[in-house]
């Protein structure tokens, strides 16, 4: 039983290392400039964003500590590959939560009040902010996965 | 035995019974749970979590939660009836106005504003204090004033406990008996300072702070469960930052900024494999054991009507502070008051606040009532309790004095200067010219406890399940009406230096009614002290006749201080819990003699 949990944590631990240099090292992300602040689908996405995301994730994108994650120079946001954070945004998530940190802080749900067009544009706007940059989101991005 | 009693399941028995599941009983189901106690709670409302319920795009609905009352008690499932005075005949309350009881997992504290105030060290020795500086004589005709038979030193350790599980955002003024220039130099000493820095105030109460010191006041941020930073408490629970959007009062915090049993215990609560919470059942009365000195369980009904008994060694009666005492008249638990005789304690020394004040309209200002939240505000203590010289005024207690914007909400936030038409095109244009152009100097008062003032079960209405309602007697007395007005003269000089253009006067004039919203501060009926004729409970809390009955909740306040309940109803739970952990469980009983 012991064995079998630490060849568990190690396998993890690997786990958490290739994620890591995997940001930097493979196709996953692309580093390019970012898209222009004044692109009109980043001016869409700072309004949506203001107005949606803000109160949780910051102004700064820095969220908050053990409820709201980071999307500043986030990996995960940046993945060419976008389908989670689009799901993200169109179904909400939970995280887990354990005995030293109960609260399991939630993202609600908020297909039911943006448009493809408008997750599309405020992802592309997370994407290319605070020192992200990643390729700008489509409606139709949004729309495949929203079946 | 009779058809309903055989319909009635009998559960297995629980260690610990608790009635409702709101602020005391969250904190004392987690805590006694962990001491290795089978808990049950059971609570009348449904279950409520910030993840589940509260979703950013829709918590900050008005109509829905503050129009419509989603989370308050159903008053066709229990109300009250309300009379000013013994002589009336009571009448239901059958839409809330005056007050707001909660409904539900969290209780009144999921949806309260947040302030968050220890009374002062007077407050608990009031009668004791006022006849001694000023002579019995002094004292309002046919008041109950009493002590609380507890101490503000006793409890500093348990307002200390609750601050730093809520986090609460504050400045301190008195840090060990050293005076802070930026706090309240009349709070009591406390043993460290708050846990987060106060909020960023507004324009309002930056003029208002300028002006409260020119009159030689001393103002200071109030203190706040709305949170200025990100806190994890006590027992791991995180809370972020307030966005100050103005919807606190009346609803769910999407933002995890606001102190409540979601946000700061039922995380933890909910993983404690001894607990469990029974929703939406609705417990109808606590059973007693034939001598009627012991609680053998409660009785409760399910959604679906269906009845069961639920035995228990101990049973902790946590509703809101008039369904406790309505619970225990229901119960037979302490005799009840009964104000021809003056004899009796359960239903005794029903108090609630009083509020005064200015609304001052401004030339040119742009307040921003919007960016808002329930506790932002600067408040000047000078004139509550006892702080100041009540010679020659003919009152005593006192108010706490506050420039505020906890909202600027679409449909409830319309202030218009006297004179307004109340609807049509002339109202639209003075509406929304007006709205960043006023603002209000507000007194939340003491209420102090009479003869006259009290709860007791109503002689002709019942809910659906056919007990008697609860009947609540109460006026404002001559004593809270001079104080009143005094304070509101108070307000509008002080609004006047701030460079309001026109003052409005708000004080009591009519009697008390159910319209329009007032405060949530129903104190008493169910009230601690030292001697079993004048108070129901000892001063931990316990019931002097059941001693296996603990009643938490501001219906222990034997008369009501010049602040907001919350505070000192959470230190008054870890005060209780700590008899409880250290004393009773170990030995079972009456924690005092007399």
């Not at chain 2, 053998?296 to 369904?323: H, I, N, R, S, W």
């Not at chain 2, 008697?468 to 809270?480: C, G, I, K, S």
């Not at chain 2, 307000?491 to 004080?507: E, Y």
């Not at chain 2, 159910?514 to 079993?532: C, E, F, I, L």
Request: with cysteine; charged share 20%; glycine share 10%.
């Amino acid at each position: 039983m012991s064995v079998s949990i630490r060849q568990t944590v190690a396998a993890l631990g690997l786990a958490v290392v290739a994620l890591a240099q995997g940001g930097a090292a493979n196709a996953e992300t692309t580093k390019t400039a970012p898209i222009a602040a004044d692109d009109p689908r980043m001016v869409a996405g700072l309004a949506i964003y203001t107005d949606t995301c803000m109160a949780c994730h910051r102004a700064t994108g820095e969220g908050v500590p053990n409820l709201f994650p980071k999307l500043a120079k986030s990996d995960v946001v940046q993945q060419k590959n976008a389908a989670w954070p689009i799901i993200m945004v169109l179904q909400g998530g939970r995280s887990g939560a354990t005995d030293a940190s109960p609260t399991g802080a939630a993202m609600p749900s908020l297909g039911w009040r943006l448009s493809d067009d408008q997750v599309a544009d405020v992802l592309t706007y997370i994407r290319n902010s605070w020192g992200n940059a990643a390729p700008a989101l489509a409606a139709r991005d949004v729309e495949k996965l929203r079946q | 035995m009779d058809e309903a009693r055989q319909m009635t399941t009998i559960l297995p028995r629980k260690g610990v019974v608790i009635v409702g599941l709101g602020w005391t009983g969250s904190i004392l189901a987690l805590e006694l749970a962990r001491q290795g106690l089978d808990v049950v709670a059971i609570e009348r409302g449904p279950w409520r979590d910030t993840a589940t319920d509260f979703n950013i795009g829709t918590a900050a609905d008005e109509l829905r939660y503050s129009a419509r009352q989603e989370t308050l008690v159903k008053p066709a499932q229990e109300t009250l009836t309300m009379r000013n005075t013994p002589a009336q005949t009571a009448l239901p309350i059958r839409s809330w106005g005056s007050f707001l009881p909660g409904s539900g997992v969290g209780g009144s504290g999921m949806h309260w504003n947040g302030q968050t105030w220890r009374f002062l060290p007077n407050d608990f020795v009031i009668n004791s204090h006022l006849t001694a500086r000023y002579g019995a004589a002094a004292l309002p005709q046919g008041h109950q004033i009493q002590d609380w038979g507890v101490t503000y030193d006793e409890l500093e350790p348990h307002y200390d406990a609750f601050e730093y599980l809520c986090g609460i955002s504050g400045v301190a003024g008195n840090l060990r008996g050293k005076i802070q220039e930026e706090g309240n130099p009349f709070e009591g000493a406390r043993q460290r300072g708050y846990p987060t820095p106060p909020l960023k105030q507004g324009y309002a109460q930056d003029l208002f702070a300028k002006a409260a010191r020119e009159h030689g006041l001393h103002p200071f941020p109030r203190p706040s469960a709305n949170l200025s930073t990100a806190y994890t408490n006590t027992y791991g629970c995180s809370l972020a930052p307030c966005t100050y959007c103005g919807f606190c009062e009346r609803f769910g915090c999407a933002n995890y900024a606001k102190s409540s049993p979601q946000t700061c215990v039922l995380p933890a609560l909910m993983r404690e494999k001894t607990f469990e919470a029974r929703t939406e059942c609705e417990v109808t009365k606590v059973n007693l054991s034939a001598d009627g000195k012991h609680a053998t369980g409660v009785t409760y009904v399910d959604k679906d009507g269906v009845e069961f008994e639920q035995p228990g060694d101990l049973v902790l009666l946590c509703a809101y502070a008039l369904f406790n005492v309505r619970l225990m008249l229901l119960s037979g638990i302490g005799k009840p008051y009964d104000r021809d005789r003056n004899e009796g304690v359960v239903g005794r020394n029903y108090a609630y606040q009083s509020s005064s004040g200015s609304t001052a309209f401004f030339e040119s200002a742009r307040f921003n009532p919007f960016a808002a939240s329930g506790s932002l505000g600067v408040t000047a203590d000078d004139y509550n309790g006892d702080n100041f010289d009540h010679g020659g005024l003919g009152f005593v207690g006192g108010a706490s004095i506050t420039s505020a914007h906890t909202n600027g909400r679409p449909i409830s936030y319309r202030p218009v200067p006297p004179g307004t038409p109340t609807w049509g095109a002339a109202w639209k244009r003075a509406t929304a010219d007006t709205y960043q152009k006023v603002t209000t100097v507000n007194a939340a008062g003491s209420v102090m406890s009479y003869r006259d003032c009290y709860l007791d079960l109503d002689p002709t209405y019942k809910d659906p399940l056919g007990r008697p309602l609860l009947r609540m007697t109460f006026d404002f007395q001559d004593n809270e009406r001079k104080m009143a007005r005094w304070m509101a003269e108070h307000c509008v000089d002080i609004a006047k230096t701030m460079g309001a253009k026109q003052t409005v006067l708000n004080t009591i004039t009519e009697p008390w009614s159910v319209v329009p919203y007032q405060t949530t501060h129903n104190t008493g009926g169910a009230v601690m002290g030292s001697d079993p004729k004048t108070s129901a409970l000892n001063k931990y809390l316990q019931s002097w006749d059941v001693s296996n009955v603990f009643v938490m909740g501001a219906s222990a306040f034997p008369q009501n201080a010049g602040y907001n309940p919350t505070g000192t109803v959470g230190a008054l739970t870890y005060w209780a819990l700590n008899a409880i952990k250290t004393t009773y469980l170990k030995n079972p009983g009456p924690l005092v003699t007399v």
